[in-house]
């Protein structure tokens, strides 16, 4: 029996406003993610990435369509099958294009703030940010505030918050919008090194063309319209 997908999308479309105000935002997303898997999504600004990103991590639900996790079903056009806002916190972590750590927290007290939420006591809760900044290397900097780091060191503490959970599926928006180049493509090569590592299925939002090579299938977005441009075999 094969493994349920990370993530599939059915015909996901939005439409906001209607009669003559009617944008359709999106239209027909269709789109599978096996586990292990990163993709990128390309697209103008104003394409729909946005809308799809945010349908997939159950924050704007589609008009129509179906986005199922893990093999699980969660919603189902506008209606939510789970409790969005716990499963959630359970199954998927973000990046966005600024880190958002908390800045009068240390990166020590930022990365379990999920797992805390989530009831974990607090000392698993620092085990486990240990471990992940040690894996992302960034475990010297733990006693730091998020002002003493730098760009790329603050996305990789965002990156073990996203992580903290052990969630199924990252969603990442434009995560090296505020980097350089060099650093850009040490965040887009560290997606890919968590998603085949952990078995986490990946969707990043991005504009760099200069790393693409990094991913396993690109999808592009235009005019609300979602397609495969490449797809490429895990290695």
Do not use: C, W
């Not at 105000?21 to 269709?30: I, Y």
């Not at 600004?45 to 129509?64: Q, R, Y």
């Not at 989530?118 to 730091?144: C, F, P, T």
């Amino acid at each position: 029996m094969n493994e349920p997908l990370a993530i599939e999308t059915q015909s996901l479309t939005k439409v906001y406003g209607s009669a003559n105000t009617e944008v359709v935002a999106m239209q027909d997303a269709s789109m599978q993610v096996r586990r292990g898997e990163v993709v990128a999504l390309l697209g103008p600004s104003g394409s729909g990435k946005s809308t799809f990103l945010t349908a997939v991590g159950l924050i704007n639900p589609p008009t129509s369509g179906r986005v199922i996790i893990g093999g699980e079903l969660v919603l189902d056009g506008p209606a939510a099958q789970v409790n969005l806002r716990s499963f959630r916190r359970k199954h998927i972590g973000f990046v966005f294009q600024k880190s958002n750590l908390i800045p009068f927290l240390t990166v020590i007290e930022n990365v379990p703030v999920a797992l805390e939420l989530n009831r974990n006591s607090s000392r698993q809760a620092r085990k486990r940010a240990m471990e992940l900044l040690d894996y992302l290397g960034v475990s010297e900097r733990a006693d730091n505030l998020p002002a003493m780091l730098s760009g790329g060191q603050q996305q990789r503490v965002a990156v073990a918050r996203a992580l903290a959970n052990s969630p199924s599926v990252i969603l990442a928006d434009e995560p090296t919008a505020a980097l350089d180049s060099r650093r850009g493509r040490q965040v887009m090569e560290l997606f890919a090194q968590v998603a085949h590592e952990q078995g986490t299925g990946a969707i990043v939002v991005t504009h760099d063309h200069r790393t693409l090579e990094v991913f396993d299938t690109i999808y592009e977005m235009e005019d609300g319209m979602l397609k495969k441009a490449i797809a490429a075999p895990l290695s």
